[in-house]
């Protein structure tokens, strides 16, 4: 591969800076709009898209789950509507002080921090549906107000990034400096990408082969960005991995073991969940995965374990999912359920450490270019 | 508290380097007595500390379980100990390379790399036994011998550290240059520590309250640095705040949530678990147990949730373990049982966001410098 090397000065829309003016700007439109209603003597109300499973839809040309036009409406002047309108007020204040102090919180905070104000969740189930309500409202994921899951995975690879969270802006760092990886927390995902020498990016389901794929140098000889996904990535990471994607133009292969959960998270990754139909950030349609494929196990005659029943189940589940109607994907599910075997990255330790990069790999990213 | 800088240009016991050549050397050893057997005649055999639940007791001096006297013997002349001998053996072989390739692996890599060399285990459970055999052979943990889990946690802070890993040997990186924090994977666990001004370590149990302490400079205002454990730590971070104790001096706290799952959490970074009785690398006897307190749910009047029952199981489990014999611990489990409430790290979001950074840990650390 000829190196090309990829720099950019300019501020992207991943930014701290730009999505807390961003957020700020939906979240005063959302009190706004509560002002407005009181002033012209109106109960306040918010209208939100349904999320609704009969309102989830398939968008083939996004190649994402979309909501459809059926919308609820929350109005504080109907008794039932009280509770709920009053939480995602609160939530969407919580959000904005968050966002105006560039301090960030997860998701469990946020479900202690509503007792400070005598707020009531029932549980913290109650206070993740109804930061997903906020998230339809604003059409705006809510990393981006701040709130971050427990999760991380990890980053790795020739790239310089400039962090633009409070105490960090302006500074760089150098995602080779630390060969055990950078973890991708709050920071990470809103640093600039300033420099560097990618050609692709790698997504990867274990930290296992993310580590071995370090050792063997794959960031050097294959131009590659490492990320470990760390099993299903959260979706500050899907995030990441779009922005990657978009703002640098670099081609991303996904890499997971060959049973339907791997599959899974390549699709995820792909075109998201059904669960985020109301954002459009955290999907990359063009992202190929790349293996460990049904057909690898024969190919390859990988060691493999007989599928269990939730897997088949799983499958099954999979084969009537509108995400997986692409035929490379529909063929892949229906060679699971023929030979009804599945595999793991590592059983290709069977041929030596280095085979799935000196051999896998290469084969993996040919078949990535030509397609 | 005041400025101490602690510098260190000698190679510690912790780095790949001299770790390598202690594996060699044992290993080296292990093979020696299978050809001084063979040369005179013998059929070779090895002779390791039993590992069965009778000969683990408790030492009250070293603060850890440790292996009796009681020991087995695995004989090739004896026709039920080919299997598991044969085994032992390649396991030492394949360390052998890694360790000598400067190449690490997974437990799972162990496991399939054995196909190659039509060694059987039966699944991974059986090699993840046979290798704690070899841990008990050679009296040194299976890190040392380049094997990893795939779990990782982070760590953050102002200190400076060379890695020794192969590609990177000589090469600093700054702690607290990335503020979601950087992996501790085999690079890491093995680098020397060059320079700090630290005075203390936090292992915190929890992603979401490490980003907090980042956010709010605790690792600037009590010059402390940062660990992340995720829940139970994995071995080689304990093994790293063993290191960040011995090698550097520096005292540790440990926070977790207020349930016995935490309370255990801080016990096993403490003095270690049943199952690694027969290495001594992996406990910090002098580190602390800040929290949260099972009389820190009244103290703060956190909100909390009621036991359940397989919480009250574990905690009479615990009572009845010889690591909590200690009043401090006894009290706290006696306190549990009386109240039958948890609570977590979170919990103290209900007073905001910055509470358990400005009140709670000051109050602790005053604590842990008194007792």
């Given at each position: 591969?000829?190196?090309?090397?990829?720099?950019?000065?300019?501020?992207?829309?991943?930014?701290?800076?730009?999505?807390?003016?961003?957020?700020?700007?939906?979240?005063?439109?959302?009190?706004?709009?509560?002002?407005?209603?009181?002033?012209?003597?109106?109960?306040?109300?918010?209208?939100?898209?349904?999320?609704?499973?009969?309102?989830?839809?398939?968008?083939?040309?996004?190649?994402?789950?979309?909501?459809?036009?059926?919308?609820?409406?929350?109005?504080?002047?109907?008794?039932?509507?009280?509770?709920?309108?009053?939480?995602?007020?609160?939530?969407?204040?919580?959000?904005?002080?968050?966002?105006?102090?560039?301090?960030?919180?997860?998701?469990?905070?946020?479900?202690?921090?509503?007792?400070?104000?005598?707020?009531?969740?029932?549980?913290q189930a109650e206070s993740d549906e109804l930061i997903t309500?906020?998230?339809?409202?604003?059409?705006?994921?809510?990393?981006?107000?701040?709130?971050?899951?427990?999760?991380?995975?990890?980053?790795?690879?020739?790239?310089t990034i400039e962090y633009t969270v409070p105490g960090y802006?302006?500074?760089?760092?150098?995602?080779?400096?630390?060969?055990?990886?950078?973890?991708?927390?709050?920071?990470?995902?809103?640093?600039?990408?300033?420099?560097?020498?990618?050609?692709?990016?790698?997504?990867?389901?274990?930290?296992?082969?993310?580590?071995?794929?370090?050792?063997?140098?794959?960031?050097?000889?294959?131009?590659?960005?490492?990320?470990?996904?760390?099993?299903?990535?959260?979706?500050?990471?899907?995030?990441?991995?779009?922005?990657?994607?978009?703002?640098?133009?670099?081609?991303?292969?996904?890499?997971?073991?060959?049973?339907?959960?791997?599959?899974?998270?390549?699709?995820?990754?792909?075109?998201?969940?059904?669960?985020?139909?109301?954002?459009?950030?955290?999907?990359?349609?063009?992202?190929?995965?790349?293996?460990?494929?049904?057909?690898?196990?024969?190919?390859?005659?990988?060691?493999?374990?007989?599928?269990?029943?939730?897997?088949?189940?799983?499958?099954?589940?999979?084969?009537?999912?509108?995400?997986?109607?692409?035929?490379?994907?529909?063929?892949?599910?229906?060679?699971?359920?023929?030979?009804?075997?599945?595999?793991?990255?590592?059983?290709?330790?069977?041929?030596?450490?280095?085979?799935?990069?000196?051999t896998y790999l290469p084969e993996k990213l040919e078949m990535?270019?030509?397609?």
């Open positions: 591969m000829s190196s090309k090397k990829r720099t950019s000065k300019k501020q992207s829309t991943g930014s701290a800076e730009s999505r807390q003016t961003v957020a700020q700007g939906l979240l005063r439109d959302l009190g706004g709009s509560v002002y407005t209603d009181l002033d012209e003597g109106r109960f306040p109300s918010l209208t939100l898209a349904s999320r609704s499973v009969r309102n989830i839809v398939y968008d083939k040309k996004l190649q994402q789950f979309i909501l459809g036009a059926t919308t609820v409406k929350k109005s504080s002047g109907n008794i039932k509507h009280i509770r709920p309108f009053t939480q995602l007020i609160w939530l969407a204040y919580f959000a904005k002080k968050l966002v105006d102090e560039k301090r960030t919180s997860t998701l469990r905070d946020v479900f202690y921090s509503a007792q400070a104000f005598n707020v009531e969740f029932q549980d309500d906020l998230e339809v409202l604003m059409q705006m994921a809510r990393e981006g107000m701040n709130i971050y899951p427990e999760e991380r995975s990890a980053i790795f690879g020739n790239m802006e302006g500074k760089t760092a150098d995602l080779s400096a630390n060969p055990d990886g950078v973890m991708i927390g709050p920071a990470l995902t809103t640093a600039e990408f300033r420099d560097t020498d990618a050609e692709l990016v790698l997504a990867i389901e274990k930290g296992g082969l993310f580590t071995r794929f370090i050792e063997e140098r794959v960031h050097q000889k294959y131009k590659a960005i490492l990320i470990n996904t760390a099993g299903q990535p959260p979706r500050s990471t899907r995030f990441l991995i779009r922005r990657l994607n978009q703002e640098l133009g670099l081609p991303v292969g996904i890499l997971c073991d060959a049973d339907p959960w791997g599959a899974h998270i390549a699709m995820v990754i792909k075109s998201g969940s059904a669960n985020a139909a109301h954002l459009r950030e955290l999907t990359t349609p063009n992202s190929k995965w790349l293996g460990v494929y049904a057909s690898d196990i024969q190919k390859y005659k990988l060691p493999s374990d007989k599928l269990t029943e939730v897997d088949i189940k799983r499958l099954y589940e999979l084969k009537s999912d509108p995400r997986y109607t692409e035929k490379m994907w529909h063929d892949e599910l229906e060679t699971f359920l023929k030979y009804k075997r599945k595999s793991e990255q590592e059983a290709f330790a069977r041929y030596g450490l280095s085979y799935i990069v000196d990535m270019k030509s397609s």
